[in-house]
């Protein structure tokens, strides 16, 4: 008896299913829901990202982050989050020096917290130097574990203040 010979890699065939689906919208034929504009800006804030946003980022990709799905540079009313997990209403964002004390910032926040996204703040540095304890925070947040806002040294954490309704250019 002649056994089936088995494919090398473990990739879906290239006919319909998964394939299909994995396309952007637009390949499909589809109108997406974003736009254009910030498709565009998405995408040159991913390919300018530093090095600690990727760091972390390799972090959260993949649902590897105790299986909660992560988006990098969401748009959110007029502003991008560095993170999102959109089923979670979390925004993860990483901070140079630049942002110490920023009113910018400040209003980006409270915009995400009136649109339903509770807001963690961490140092670049701290995502490079401490990989871990930014990753446990992130999933203490994510299991509700946080549960007021918080202003420490290496991280600000900003409750939503309103579940918004209306789902913002997601």
């Given at each position: 008896l002649?056994?089936?010979?088995?494919?090398?890699?473990?990739?879906?065939?290239?006919s319909?299913?998964?394939?299909?689906?994995?396309?952007?919208?637009?390949e499909?034929?589809?109108?997406s829901?974003?736009s254009?504009?910030?498709?565009?800006?998405?995408r040159?804030?991913?390919?300018?990202?530093?090095?600690?946003?990727?760091?972390?980022?390799?972090?959260?990709?993949?649902?590897?982050?105790?299986g909660?799905?992560?988006?990098?540079?969401?748009?959110?009313g007029p502003?991008?989050?560095?993170?999102?997990?959109?089923?979670q209403r979390?925004?993860?964002e990483?901070?140079?020096?630049?942002?110490?004390e920023?009113?910018?910032?400040r209003?980006?926040?409270?915009f995400?917290?009136?649109?339903?996204?509770?807001?963690?703040?961490?140092w670049?540095?701290d995502?490079?130097?401490?990989?871990?304890?930014?990753?446990?925070?992130i999933?203490?947040?994510?299991?509700?574990r946080l549960v007021?806002?918080?202003?420490?040294?290496?991280?600000r954490?900003?409750?939503?203040?309103?579940?918004?309704?209306?789902?913002?250019?997601?």
């Amino acid at each position: 008896l002649r056994m089936p010979s088995r494919r090398a890699s473990s990739s879906p065939p290239q006919s319909g299913g998964e394939v299909a689906r994995a396309k952007r919208e637009t390949e499909r034929g589809l109108q997406s829901r974003r736009s254009p504009k910030n498709i565009a800006r998405a995408r040159e804030l991913r390919d300018g990202d530093n090095f600690a946003e990727a760091v972390l980022w390799s972090e959260l990709k993949a649902k590897k982050l105790g299986g909660y799905k992560f988006v990098r540079q969401m748009p959110i009313g007029p502003y991008f989050a560095d993170f999102a997990s959109r089923g979670q209403r979390l925004v993860v964002e990483m901070d140079g020096s630049q942002h110490a004390e920023s009113d910018y910032d400040r209003r980006r926040d409270q915009f995400m917290q009136e649109t339903g996204y509770s807001v963690l703040r961490f140092w670049s540095s701290d995502a490079l130097k401490h990989t871990t304890r930014v990753c446990d925070t992130i999933l203490a947040a994510l299991n509700g574990r946080l549960v007021e806002d918080t202003v420490a040294s290496d991280l600000r954490f900003a409750m939503a203040t309103a579940r918004s309704s209306v789902r913002s250019a997601e």
